[in-house]
């Protein structure tokens, strides 16, 4: 059940209560596709670096190691050891964007493994088995993920379709939701809204799956190729559409720009691989633009990442040995590059949380942004 505790112009304060726990909202879900945060970071770490919510990905795990091999062993919470919240997507995005040869029909998308080759199908009802064997705290609803720059009349057919799609999901976890052997018989369903760039078609869709009464709305398909002026001119259409009383999430986004502006038109959960895959890659966020430690002039740097914060790098490392590491190709170098980055936007949205509870949001939002982009 979500919570709408407080609105400063469009952003929301809220609280998603869940079987595993309550998520405070806004909120980043940090990425695990496999089961794992890429860059050797245990659940043990992500406990210490402020993480609410977990994301990995049903298509990966599905392949890999099996849904049925993680119920098997109890699900995913129990096979990763994480008693909090999980979020699953839902697979479609990485069958439109990963596998190989595909062929979309009305009742699902054949196509092949991107791992072994083998072939798979995959549809609204065999997201939903792979996602209730995973036991998530939320599924994602099985969507089709268009181009952005699919022309109107192909976008028109594929959302329709994507809405048929979504009332199969909601059948199908209601009753997977009833039998006797699902593990997570709570598990929550969100709903995705497509489109594209075509804003009259985002709104119509929007306010068709506002109509299922789902446990919250996702909006799919942006951070693809348009421009970050066009992403935010279809949240400022689209959201205001979604139920109000219900969490919203802009998928796949990204920069902790993005995420201020995000938060700004009404957004509550985040998820994006940018801090895991530039901590992999020594780039480092702070306060004052993004660093990058393979630059020379941090040879000598025996101050931390960014001074004060309270991450499991800079609490005890320097920019220097940090940098060697990297160099070095130790693997230590990396995941403390990538703890920092996460660490750096779960506080962010900590910080972002305490704005909108004290009503200054707009103020908040303006000096942050002048930090993140280095403008400080
Ligand atoms: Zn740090």
């Not at 068709?208 to 279809?234: F, N, P, Q, T």
């Not at 109000?244 to 009404?266: C, F, Q, S, W």
Request: aromatic content about 8%.
């Amino acid at each position: 059940m979500y919570e709408l505790i407080k609105k400063d112009g469009m952003a929301k304060r809220g609280r998603l209560h869940t079987v595993h726990g309550t998520i405070e909202t806004p909120v980043f879900m940090n990425v695990g596709t496999a089961a794992v945060i890429k860059g050797a970071v245990s659940t043990d770490d992500l406990r210490g670096i402020k993480t609410q919510v977990e994301l990995s990905n049903t298509y990966h795990l599905h392949v890999r190691p099996g849904d049925k091999v993680i119920k098997q062993l109890g699900g995913l919470h129990k096979f990763m050891n994480w008693d909090k919240p999980i979020l699953t997507d839902s697979g479609g995005f990485q069958v439109f964007s990963l596998a190989g040869l595909r062929k979309i029909k009305e009742e699902g998308v054949h196509f092949h493994s991107h791992i072994d080759g083998k072939k798979i199908f995959m549809g609204p009802e065999e997201s939903m088995q792979i996602q209730s064997n995973l036991a998530s705290t939320i599924a994602m609803a099985f969507d089709e993920c268009p181009s952005s720059v699919a022309d109107r009349a192909y976008m028109e057919q594929s959302v329709a379709r994507t809405t048929r799609w979504l009332k199969r999901c909601k059948d199908e976890m209601a009753r997977l939701n009833s039998l006797p052997d699902t593990i997570n018989p709570n598990q929550m369903l969100f709903g995705i809204n497509q489109g594209g760039i075509y804003e009259d078609i985002r709104v119509e869709h929007a306010k068709k799956i506002a109509e299922l009464g789902l446990d919250g709305y996702a909006v799919g398909g942006l951070a693809v190729g348009e421009s970050h002026e066009e992403m935010y001119r279809i949240l400022e259409a689209v959201v205001p559409v979604l139920p109000e009383n219900k969490p919203t999430y802009l998928m796949g986004v990204g920069t902790p720009a993005n995420i201020l502006e995000g938060v700004d038109r009404g957004v509550d959960f985040f998820d994006c691989v940018y801090p895991t895959r530039n901590g992999r890659h020594g780039h480092v966020y702070t306060n004052h633009g993004k660093l990058n430690l393979f630059n020379a002039k941090y040879e000598l740097d025996d101050r931390p990442i960014e001074e004060g914060c309270q991450c499991p790098a800079c609490r005890s490392y320097s920019r220097a040995y940090i940098r060697h590491l990297l160099k070095a190709k130790e693997m230590l170098g990396m995941r403390l590059c990538v703890l920092h980055n996460l660490y750096f936007y779960n506080t962010m949205m900590e910080e972002i949380r305490e704005a909108i509870d004290a009503g200054n949001y707009e103020e908040y939002k303006r000096i942050k942004l002048e930090g993140v982009l280095g403008r400080k």
